[in-house]
């Protein structure tokens, strides 16, 4: 596996996952093959207008020139992935091709862009008149394979196609489709047992800003599958120790030591029994890099915090 090829994909699906928070996203659709991508949500769309200040279409400002994201303001709540403008840039910096169209049914336009040559030509926009009542964004773009050293991108396949099951199974009432194929993760509940399907894990689902799980398997413990906004975080970060450390302190003080006194017995003891799984909804979230594998918001930022219930402290048999 390529890091920087899966990061080209999960940028532009994260953005499809972010626009939700826009408005009326119900729905993303991937489509791949051996030499490209094309990702596609419905939902509000960025404005087919002029900037005033720079005096050309918003789309083209989004998708041709770094740093103009709209989410660097940290005052404002942000619960989306993106955070500085500069990932679908980086993505047709590192393409042959990269399109975009996008049809807005307020301003009744469709636009459509392309830059070429690792975003070294960009091509002439074109808009049009758009008479649909449902706007679109649509990104297609084709790695430099070269660049990377391969020939086509058959051998990430199956990474991609479970990171649209990640998007799912960590956003609520989102229809994500790969090849045509719909998804069937309809809650958290079938989103595990993509991974477990045999183990009964038991689920807290109940804050939305909060999905925890745990389950006892003891060849398999001390695993950790989070989301944070979307993003697969794969290697944790402050969101996990958060929950983890709740759970774990609370069974190991509350209830393991207390019915047996003396017993000697570690947070380490306990976690390599156990596998959890984390999707969580921060505000304004900071990661250790561009890849956005782990968290480092502090809790304090979090805008929310993880309350543990005692009934599911007592699903664990105590």
């Known amino acids: 596996v390529i890091p920087m090829m899966y990061k080209m994909f999960d940028e532009i699906l994260v953005n499809a996952r972010d626009n939700i928070s826009r408005g009326k996203t119900t729905h993303i659709e991937v489509i791949m093959d051996l030499k490209g991508f094309t990702i596609s949500n419905n939902g509000k769309p960025i404005p087919i207008s002029k900037n005033k200040e720079e005096k050309m279409w918003n789309p083209t400002l989004a998708f041709g020139y770094l740093r103009t994201s709209n989410n660097y303001d940290d005052s404002e709540e942000r619960l989306t992935g993106g955070r500085n403008g500069y990932g679908a840039k980086l993505v047709s910096v590192f393409s042959t091709k990269f399109m975009v169209k996008v049809g807005d049914p307020n301003n009744k336009k469709l636009f459509e862009q392309s830059w070429m040559d690792n975003m070294s030509v960009a091509g002439k926009e074109k808009v049009k008149k758009y008479n649909k009542k449902s706007g679109f964004t649509e990104v297609t773009f084709y790695p430099d394979l070269e660049k990377f050293g391969i020939k086509s991108l058959g051998d990430h396949y199956g990474l991609f196609a479970k990171r649209c099951v990640d998007i799912c199974g960590s956003t609520k009432k989102l229809k ?20 477990y399907p045999d183990t009964n894990f038991i689920i807290d689902d109940k804050n939305p800003r909060w999905n925890v799980a745990a389950g006892f398997i003891p060849d398999k413990g001390d695993q950790y599958i989070s989301n944070v906004n979307g993003i697969n975080t794969y290697l944790g970060g402050t969101h996990i120790n958060h929950v983890v450390d709740n759970i774990v302190n609370t069974l190991k003080n509350d209830y393991i030591l207390k ?19 984390v999707n969580a909804v921060i505000e304004n979230p900071t990661f250790s890099s561009q890849t956005k594998n782990t968290l480092t918001s502090k809790v304090s930022k979090f805008g929310s915090r993880y309350e543990l219930s005692k009934v599911f402290i007592t699903k664990f048999g105590f």
Do not use: A, M, W
Request: overall charge positive.
């Open 259 to 277: 019915k047996n006194k003396g017993l000697r017995v570690t947070n380490n003891n306990i976690k390599q029994h156990l596998v959890f799984f």
């Open 176 to 195: 994500v489709y790969f090849n045509g194929k719909k998804i069937e993760v309809g809650d958290f509940k079938s989103y595990i047992n993509c991974y």
